[in-house]
């Protein structure tokens, strides 16, 4: 190779009369370094042959571009082009090389146009970020790990809650169905059986009975009317028994008081769920999923 000259104090100077300096100053350099034209590679310094793995023989007989991974030749020579031409361009960019022995580097390019030599020149620093890169791709690809995890993690809570809603929708259908069943296969019977003359000790078990069993529904009524805690136990109740289909009539005999009484509850019931000057039916209404609690 051919050092260039560098002028020294107006006059252009033989680079090679202070050889053994500009070895030091450049050879020591952390980065590589080079200079090309468009005809080829006019200098370079240990660390971009330690870089690139080409001795400074093979670097004398290629290209300005030949190391750039063809992928990458056609951008990298139109930014060196249009440097040249002194168009705007980034002074920095990153790129892949392909070193001697076939490895693909990434490289990170800062350049400049230098105006010491015969025809146009570009004096161009690299630095092997091949490392630094992978470390990236290894982070974006633990980011997208992450992210699939995160999203999966999602869908599991959603599901996980979705089944939650519907175990407790499941506990109250449960609660429900004890209540109707107690309230309508039991206590007409131990209300009955309350009307009927008997032994003392059997008048005291009818009363523990019925007290026993008010004691065991009673917790369900808060849970069953949790969407309209307004409603009373006794409204709950009968609420329960107009969503089953049963009549005033037949609901006033199970409950032992007068059809007044439970239309009385039916009108109370309809303004505690808003019903009172809308043309619904309180029994349809009372049946739509989560319809009176």
Not at 271 to 293: A, D, E, I, Q, T
Request: with cysteine; charged share 35%; aromatic share 6%.
């Amino acid at each position: 190779m051919q050092s260039p000259d560098r002028p020294i104090d107006g006059k252009k100077v033989p680079l090679k009369e202070s050889e053994s300096l500009f070895r030091a100053l450049v050879d020591y350099s952390l980065s590589g370094i080079l200079i090309t034209t468009a005809n080829g590679i006019l200098f370079t310094n240990q660390t971009f042959e330690k870089i690139t793995g080409y001795t400074p023989e093979d670097i004398r007989n290629m290209g300005p571009y030949e190391m750039v991974h063809p992928e990458e030749r056609e951008r990298v020579e139109k930014i060196a082009v249009a440097r040249l031409k002194k168009e705007k361009v980034r002074e920095y960019y990153e790129t892949r090389w392909i070193r001697k022995d076939k490895r693909v580097i990434w490289i990170e390019v800062r350049a400049t146009v230098v105006e010491d030599f015969e025809e146009p020149a570009t004096l161009i620093n690299v630095v092997d970020i091949t490392e630094r890169k992978k470390a990236e791709e290894s982070l974006q690809k633990r980011e997208a790990e992450l992210e699939v995890q995160s999203r999966k993690l999602e869908e599991t809570n959603t599901a996980l809650r979705v089944l939650l809603d519907q175990r407790k929708e499941d506990k109250i259908e449960l609660q429900r169905n004890i209540l109707f069943n107690v309230e309508n296969l039991i206590m007409p019977f131990v209300e009955n059986l309350e009307k009927v003359s008997l032994e003392s000790r059997h008048t005291a078990y009818v009363k523990i009975i019925k007290s026993n069993l008010y004691d065991i529904i009673s917790p369900f009524y808060r849970e069953v009317s949790t969407k309209h805690s307004s409603l009373t136990p006794k409204q709950v109740q009968i609420a329960n028994l107009i969503k089953e289909g049963k009549t005033t009539k037949e609901i006033a005999e199970i409950m032992c008081v007068s059809k007044a009484a439970i239309d009385f509850h039916r009108d109370k019931i309809r303004r505690k769920l808003g019903l009172n000057n809308k043309k619904v039916n309180l029994r349809s209404y009372l049946s739509l999923p989560g319809g009176g609690g």
